[in-house]
């Protein structure tokens, strides 16, 4: 196990090298939390669902969809 090998490198316990590692991952997560929320662009195009098939209902249109083949 290379996490066992790495402690032991460091002389320390494996405990604390996993500890560190959750902390430095755990902290950059908030970092991440902290920075500008990103604004989505929607990309639409004229259309729709097929016509008579509610989009709403899964099994309706893969039933659409096996009959397009």
């Not at 316990?13 to 929607?42: D, M, S, V, Y």
């Amino acid at each position: 196990m290379a996490a066992k090998k790495r402690a032991a490198g460091l002389h320390q316990p494996l405990r604390a090298l996993i500890e560190r590692g959750l902390r430095a991952e755990l902290g950059h997560g908030a970092a991440l939390r902290q920075a500008k929320p990103r604004t989505i662009r929607w990309v639409t195009v004229a259309g729709g669902g097929p016509p008579g098939v509610d989009v709403s209902d899964r099994d309706a249109i893969h039933d659409w969809l096996r009959q397009q083949r």
